[in-house]
């Protein structure tokens, strides 16, 4: 059997047959165009990964990264923190500086090199360090009768020309003079601040200062309870031994006698009194305390 299509009829199926495939192509455009899209996103993506990772990357390197030691430090004079500046590891001109402060907190040191000396760190703060001597801000102290010049690392007194820097350390460089003011500045315990030893014995009887009335009894100068007895902190660095004794319930020293229990002991006839900071004699008026001091006051009533 023949089937027979109109012509007319022919041509609509024809041009509609043309419709259907342009737009199939049509798809198909907008199909490839799609890939083409998610592919320059990708580019984009991948461009931000890595502008991370490079930002990321230079923040390791300009901070502890590039360290060989780290630790903290503490300039003071008669009491004020003077807070030193040093170019920070980020500044292209400090990059390779052997030493720079910055990264954890404005007391927290860093060196490039593991062999800088104390002196030489200082000198990159514009500080002019010398055993007996420091130079500050255009002014040179002179350790004397009058003024103290004190460089403590970990709490031992070190040479800052002989000293090398190791990772960990924690430095107190202080200045007191005659103008310092007693308790000074208080410092929080975030700050760094010193710590010692404080050892009264009276009459061959210790006294315990983990007892409740001994700890926390003042801001500037207290024990803390849970701690190792006599470990005492000192929240400014201008606090004397007169000052902290003074802080303590029943306990008062001057510089020729000591009141313990409501008895007072004074030196010469009634009794022997002894007052020494790391085994040498010091007058408990005037001598300010220092991060690793250990205080001893030994009294001895005579019979």
Known sequence: MKLRINRSV???????????????????????????????????????????????????????????????ILLAVDGVDTHPEAESADDESSANASFWLGGDGEHTWHAGDA????DGALGQLDIDAEADSLTYDGTTYEDGDETTVSYRVNGESVDPAEYELEDGDAVFVTVHTENTETPGAYFEESHPHPHGTLELT??????????????????????????????????????????????????????????????????????????????????????????????????????
Request: net charge negative; glycine share 12%; charged share 25%.
């Open 10 to 72: 022919g041509i609509a199926v024809a041009m509609s047959l043309m419709l259907v495939l342009a737009g199939c192509a049509g798809l198909g455009g907008g199909d490839g165009a799609t890939p083409e899209s998610n592919e320059t996103a990708g580019d984009g993506l991948d461009n931000e990964t890595d502008n991370e990772s490079d930002d990321g990357a230079t923040n390791e390197s300009s901070g502890d990264a590039d360290a060989a030691a780290s630790g903290s």
């Open 115 to 118: 062999s800088v000396t104390l």
């Open 202 to 303: 009276v009459d061959d009887t210790t006294v315990d200062f983990s007892e409740e009335k001994y700890t926390h009894a003042d801001d500037y100068f207290h024990f803390h309870s849970g701690e190792e007895p006599g470990r005492w902190h000192g929240h400014s660095i201008n606090v004397t031994i007169e000052y902290a004794l003074s802080t303590l319930p029943g306990i008062e020293v001057t510089e020729d006698s000591i009141t313990y229990d409501n008895t007072t002991y004074e030196a010469g006839d009634d009794a022997e009194i002894d007052v020494t900071v790391n085994g040498e004699s010091v007058d408990p008026t005037t001598y300010i305390l220092k991060d690793g001091d250990a205080v001893e006051i030994v009294v001895e009533e005579d019979e």
